[in-house]
């Protein structure tokens, strides 16, 4: 197969294949499945299963795995092989429906969060249909849910199915309210902006802080960082341009839709965006493009790096989740429409989102919240820490002039009549220019911004897919009661308007004015690290919303807000013990050697003859000699902070000690070693610099 539309999805059971090799019964009962959640019929899964296996081994695959997403953030998957033992001692290749719809990995070793004891290992996965099965390797990997036996989520799967279903039903309430009668199903649709940074293998593999955490501990500003905005959209380099070829080889086989690929602000940073779709599909797929860009990476002598802050001092990487709403007769419902009608359907959508982030800031602060990401928002390179809304002038002042029933002063100079007259168009153009925004509308979608590059995109259209569905369920209870639609829809946007438009921010978010703005004058939350964030998953509010919508339940948030604590106190307590080591391992024997070979030299100086200057060695044996006792001190200062951590025995008491002790620890220690390195003959350090790493393909 050579063309791109030959290869495009050849490693997935799409439904070009379910056509060509189920019966005609068996696919039309998948795809009531599929479409409308409707159970398998254990007969038809039989079939179903039997015709991906043959598939699958035509295709080289032996083994089969139920891949899931627990809360580790990354993928799960368990390989089993088609193999069973046939009578004749031979072996036959099997797969059942089953085995299709169910499975039971051990995961006693799973994030549960106290939701599953240990010794109730068992957890089960179930199919997802929803996402197309495909095969990575010699496997055929299924999409599941993963669940305990009591039913609870045990990853991000399943809150965002459950998601999806409650905002598809408010969703469907607002347009029968609009006498939209065909449309059947309200999807959210999301197409993720992926970043990340290449370097080149051997350089990375002398560096084990990057081995064991993903992110630089120690580094010296190199002489040429980001400052000439030379790499942004600059041209390719032939061994980048070789790997994203190959990348995107691989996510088009996988019927991944990989459109833009781009160098991003820093050195060797580079961006890949592919087309939207449906919300678990474009999650999925962005699972499976991280761990490919990785594995490519691999082939080509590389190593992507996907964390938040590989580098400091130059732009960290995130995610851009751009959201909007589709419906299955394809109309894009956060689209201005052309008729009086469609607007005031797009003006309610459109409210109900900014209410939606307004009301539930905290929940989509904390979706966004880890150790890593805590090092890049509100650090000038990423939204900061406060959420808002950007709506651009033109779509602000035609609220602006619904909320105060005054004239807006655009093209036509009138009066808006809801459901009268059409919206003025304004251009799409002028609504994508402000790149500081959390969140922001950029023509028929909303961008929000505030995403690590590592994180699984799950969480944060969980909290806004349910966030959303809250709003239209409040407008939906309001309107359907209402006995003139027209008056009532008014009164409510007017009113939305009003409460809501303190969220509403078109400035530089990266401005500290704005900052002082949004939480003293209008009240925004500023959750500036993950310890101050998490604590929203179980704010009294936040939790009734969601247990409403039955996204989550009570006890399946408090495990979560668990999880992502533990999460962030394990994090950096790696990267302090990493710390730790390279600093007595191998930064202070490198400098002492240095020193010692600098005390040489002066010694020997001194024995050719008294009159020989030293004052080189003398000023560098100072300053360095003071530099080692300094970081030496450090060293002991963070170790001992290591060992208080240890005696603390509660997660939302430890990651407060992180945040307010050890951090500041780690960033003193890391202060006097790139001082070091500044002062140090290059031969002696021990491992590859800024320059060395940034500059390395
Ligand atoms: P830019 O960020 O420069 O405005 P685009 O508008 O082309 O770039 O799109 C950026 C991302 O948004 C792409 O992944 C694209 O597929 C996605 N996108 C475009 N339209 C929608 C939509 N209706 N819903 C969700 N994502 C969308
Ligand atoms: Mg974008």
Known sequence: MTTVPEYFGSLVFDTRVMKARLSGDVYRSLKQTIQKGVKLDPTVADAVASAMKDWAIENGATHFTHWFQPMTGITAEKHDSFISPAPDGRVIMEFSGKELIKGEPDASSFPSGGLRATFEARGYTAWDPTSFAFIK???????????????????????????MEALNRQALRILKLFGNESVRRVSPSVGAEQEYFLIDKEVYDKRRDLIYTGRT?????????????????????????????????ELWKLGILAKTEHNEVA??????????????????????????????????????????????????????????????????????????????????????????????????????????????LGANEAPPAVVSVFLGDELTAILEALETDTAYAGVEKKKLKLGVDVLPHF??????????????????????????????????????????????????DELESASDLSTALHDLIQRVIRQHKRIIFNGNGYDDAWIQEATEKRGLLNLRTTPDAIPMLVQKDNMAMLVRHKVFTESELR?????????????????????????????????????????????????VSEELPWGYEKKLLRKLASLVDTMDGRVDSLEEKLVRLDTLRDTTEEAAFIRDELIPAMGELRA??????????????????????LFSV
């Not at 055929?140 to 993963?146: G, N, R």
């Not at 790997?243 to 080889?249: G, I, K, Q, T, V």
């Not at 979608?445 to 239209?472: D, H, P, Q, W, Y």
């Not at 140090?680 to 060395?692: H, I, N, R, S």
């Open 427 to 476: 251009f799409r153009d002028t609504t994508d220019r402000n790149r500081t925004s959390p969140f922001a509308f950029t023509g028929n979608k909303f961008e929000f911004r505030m995403l690590g590059s590592s994180n699984s995109i799950a969480c944060a259209n969980i909290m806004l897919n349910t966030a959303v569905a809250e709003s239209l369920r409040q407008y939906a």
């Open 559 to 607: 495990s979560r807000y668990e999880i992502q604590l533990e999460n962030y106190c394990k994090t950096v307590r790696i990267e302090a013990l990493t710390m730790v080591d390279m600093a007595r391992k191998e930064i202070l024997p490198s400098v002492e050697a240095y020193v010692s070979d600098l005390a040489t030299a002066a010694a020997a100086k001194s024995t």
């Open 217 to 249: 501990l120690f580094g010296a500003k190199p002489p040429k960082g980001q400052e000439l905005d030379d790499h942004y959209f600059g041209p390719i380099k032939p061994r980048v341009e070789a790997y994203m070829a190959d990348l995107n080889e």
């Open 267 to 376: 050195p060797s940073q580079h961006e890949l965006a592919p087309i939207f779709t449906t919300t678990n599909i474009a999650t999925d797929q962005n699972q499976l493009t991280m761990e490919i860009m990785q594995k490519v990476a691999a082939g080509h002598g590389l190593v992507c790096l996907l964390q938040e802050k590989p580098f400091a001092g130059v732009n960290g990487s995130g995610k851009h989740n751009n959201w909007s709403l589709a419906t299955d007769t394809g109309v894009n419902l956060l689209s201005p429409g052309e008729t009086p009608y469609e607007n005031a359907q797009f003006l309610l959508f459109l409210v109900a989102v900014v209410q939606a982030v307004d009301d539930y800031q905290g929940l989509l602060r904390a979706a966004v919240a880890t150790a890593g990401n805590d090092h890049r």
């Open 137 to 163: 390797g010699k496997t055929l990997c299924i999409p599941t849910a993963f669940c305990s036996y009591g039913g609870e989520a045990l990853d991000k799967k399943t809150p965002l199915l459950r998601s």
């Open 672 to 693: 006097v070693a790139d001082e070091s390195e500044t002062q140090t003959a290059a031969k002696y350090w021990p491992f590859p610099t800024y320059g060395e790493l």
